[in-house]
Structures are given as structure tokens and as C-alpha cells.
């Protein structure tokens, strides 16, 4: 158990350009979140997949933001025409089962700079 | 909709005094309750939960936190503070009934150790 991995640790990137990110989850864990944690802020929830299954998406995740869980495994998050205010870490989060009382294991995640 | 407030951004003790960072919810249904901790540029670890089996739990690295159904509260304490515990703490909330299933997190509290 190699717990959550985030790829890359570090973006930076221009404004207007595409970014993807990769996260691969705990094996055995059938639900994936994305959250977004900007400067002094705690992590707001973007969105949640059970196995391939997109279950929910938060409005903070605007139309030039896509998530996908293909095979129920790994996913990505794309960010289409970045904005400054895109810049912040984003944790990829994995849980095991379907309770809502088990521990979410976090990514060490990326950090975006938009510039 | 399911919150946190956790008082004080930032809290500053002596090493070896008592820690204490404070988070209430709000809720009306019960709710399952979390501390996670945060190193720099890290992601998120686990310290302790609350999942109605027990009001005063007992976590990682000598930490406990008491709910408290009448002050909806769930304070997170340490008898004696050590330089490692400067950190960021994320108290977070999920709810038992239906709705949404990822994690509703507060501001964080940093937390300075002084020697």
C-alpha cells in the first residue's frame, strides 16, 4: 500500500493554457474525491466518484473543469483555460466501502501556479 | 447545509502547555466528525474521528477531542505540546443521513509551538 499518489507535485503554467492532473488512489478504494485548498483556507470539495461513476460535483467545478475515473482506478482533473484564481493545491482524497464515517487518506497534491 | 467553524486562525503555546484548538458544527442530523493535520506542502493525515461509538476519542501523537452533543462542539487537545506539532489543523464534518459524501472542512488553525 503505496497510499494516494499525485502527479505532477508542481504545475506551472500561463493563463489560458490546459493543465492535467493524474491521482491514483489507495488499490482497493472504490471512492475518489477532488478538493481545492487555496492559501489559509481549509480544502473545499469539488467532486466524488464511486468506481468510474461521477456521484457529484460541486458549483464550485465550472464548465472549464472536467474529472475523470475511466476504469474506476486512477483519474484526472483538467482545467481548460486557466485562470490566476485556478492557483491553489489541489488533493486528490480516496476512501474505502461506502460509509461516510471512514477516514479519507489525501495525496500530498498539486500545487497549480497560474501566471 | 452541513458547516465548521474552527475559532482562532492561528494558536501560539509554550512547549510542553496544553494544546487546545476549538471546532463547532452545525447539523442537524448526527454527525461524524474529524481532525486531520497538515504539514507544509503536504497533504492531509488523519489524527483522530468521531463516529458516535465514543464522546471522548483518542487519536495519533497524544491527541484526544471530547464531542459534546450540547455545545456541538469537538475540541481537539494535547496534554503537553512538542516542536513537532506545528502544524495546520482541519476539523471536518460528514453527516449519517443522506446527501452529500464528501468531507465539509473548516478554516484550519495553525498551530505555533513556541520553545
Known amino acids: 500500500d503505496t497510499g494516494v499518489s499525485q502527479d505532477p507535485r508542481h504545475k506551472i503554467t500561463k493563463r489560458g493554457q490546459n493543465v492535467t492532473f493524474r491521482c491514483d488512489p489507495i488499490?482497493?478504494?472504490?471512492?475518489l474525491y477532488w478538493y481545492r485548498q487555496t492559501l489559509g483556507q481549509g480544502p473545499e470539495f469539488l467532486t466524488y466518484?464511486?468506481?468510474?461513476?461521477?456521484?457529484?460535483k460541486s458549483r464550485l467545478l465550472s464548465d472549464r473543469f472536467s474529472a475523470e475515473r475511466p476504469k474506476g482506478s486512477f483519474s484526472t482533473l483538467e482545467i481548460q483555460r486557466t485562470e490566476q484564481g485556478d492557483s491553489a493545491m489541489y488533493l486528490c482524497?480516496?476512501?474505502f466501502g461506502q460509509g461516510k464515517n471512514t477516514e479519507a487518506f489525501f495525496g500530498q497534491g498539486t500545487r497549480l501556479t497560474v501566471v | 447545509a452541513q458547516s465548521v467553524t474552527q475559532l482562532g486562525s492561528h494558536v501560539s503555546v509554550s512547549e510542553g502547555a496544553l494544546v487546545l484548538l476549538r471546532c463547532n458544527y452545525s447539523?442537524?442530523?448526527?454527525?461524524?466528525l474529524f481532525w486531520y493535520v497538515q504539514y507544509p506542502n503536504q497533504g492531509l493525515q488523519l489524527l483522530l474521528k468521531?463516529?458516535?461509538?465514543?464522546?471522548l476519542v483518542k487519536g495519533i501523537n497524544g491527541f484526544e477531542a471530547e464531542f459534546k452533543k450540547s455545545e456541538t462542539s469537538f475540541h481537539l487537545t494535547k496534554p503537553s505540546a512538542h516542536m513537532s506539532d506545528a502544524a495546520e489543523y482541519f476539523c471536518?464534518?460528514?453527516?449519517?443521513?443522506?446527501?452529500?459524501?464528501?468531507?465539509?472542512f473548516g478554516k484550519g488553525t495553525h498551530l505555533i509551538i513556541q520553545p
Open positions: 482524497a480516496s476512501r
Open positions: 488499490s482497493e478504494h472504490n471512492r
Open positions: 466518484f464511486q468506481n468510474e461513476a461521477q456521484l457529484e
Open positions: 447539523s442537524s442530523v448526527p454527525p461524524y
Open positions: 468521531y463516529t458516535s461509538a465514543a464522546t
Open positions: 471536518a464534518v460528514s453527516y449519517s443521513g443522506g446527501g452529500a459524501d464528501g468531507l465539509t
